[in-house]
T-cell receptor, first 110, second 114 residues
Framework: QQPVQSPQAVILREGEDAVINCSSS?????VHWYRQKHGEAPVFLMI?????EQKGHDKISASFNEKKQQSSLYLTASQLSYSGTYFCGTGNFGNEKLTFGTGTRLTIIP | KAGVTQTPRYLIKTRGQQVTLSCSPI?????VSWYQQTPGQGLQFLFEYFSETQRNKGNFPGRFSGRQFSNSRSEMNVSTLELGDSALYLC?????????????FGPGTRLTVT
């Protein structure tokens, strides 16, 4: 079953923070996060594994909550370049068979 | 380093025809996976190849097939095309080494079936 992402869409001003959630009805083992800009291919952001808690780089980080079967992506002090659609992909670590979330469209305005 | 390349970038085919798409991964990446993206269904996993073997397969009919060559380049084939096969087909190559994982997508092939 497809993971559910929330919110579906969000508009923020530059400098504001955003949280995107990815909830699965099945046990989570690994979660991939991607950003896709309109007309472009997805870009891999990071992967989180069962047993791990949080990771990130620069102002983008993510957490993995095994009990809640949920992962959250955090974007702090958002920049215009953060605009795009964010997808989570869930699966088992070590293979690429992912089930993708419904997507969250993030728009950053000046 | 050179990115993932896909050819052709755009394709228009007629129902009933077949099509072959090609993907060249990043040098050193042995895993190549294919995805279909449509406005209605979103991103869906098709299959993954690793060292010339299909390692995983998604829930697509047998009309969708693929293969990987010894140089890691991969092709996917769709036979007896249907209108619903119109989509952006993405391939991605990945590497897992020393506890580090990286994955890169190609620009995609936009297939239109008329």
């Amino acid at each position: 079953q497809q993971p559910v992402q929330s919110p579906q869409a969000v508009i923020l001003r530059e400098g504001e923070d955003a949280v995107i959630n990815c909830s699965s009805s099945k046990a989570l083992y690994s979660v991939h996060w991607y950003r896709q800009k309109h007309g472009e291919a997805p870009v891999f952001l990071m992967i989180l594994l069962k047993g791990g808690e949080q990771k990130g780089h620069d102002k983008i980080s993510a957490s993995f909550n095994e009990k809640k079967q949920q992962s959250s992506l955090y974007l702090t002090a958002s920049q215009l370049s953060y605009s795009g659609t964010y997808f989570c992909g869930t699966g088992n670590f070590g293979n690429e068979k992912l089930t993708f979330g419904t997507g969250t469209r993030l728009t950053i305005i000046p | 380093k050179a990115g993932v390349t896909q050819t052709p970038r755009y394709l228009i085919k007629t129902r009933g025809q077949q099509v072959t798409l090609s993907c060249s991964p990043i040098s050193g990446h042995r895993s190549v996976s294919w995805y279909q993206q449509t406005p209605g269904q979103g991103l869906q996993f098709l299959f993954e190849y690793f060292s010339e073997t299909q390692r995983n397969k998604g829930n697509f009919p047998g009309r969708f097939s693929g293969r990987q060559f010894s140089n890691s380049r991969s092709e996917m084939n769709v036979s007896t095309l249907e209108l619903g096969d119109s989509a952006l087909y993405l391939c991605a190559s990945s590497l897992l080494a020393g506890g580090m994982y990286e994955q890169y997508f190609g620009p995609g092939t936009r297939l239109t079936v008329t």
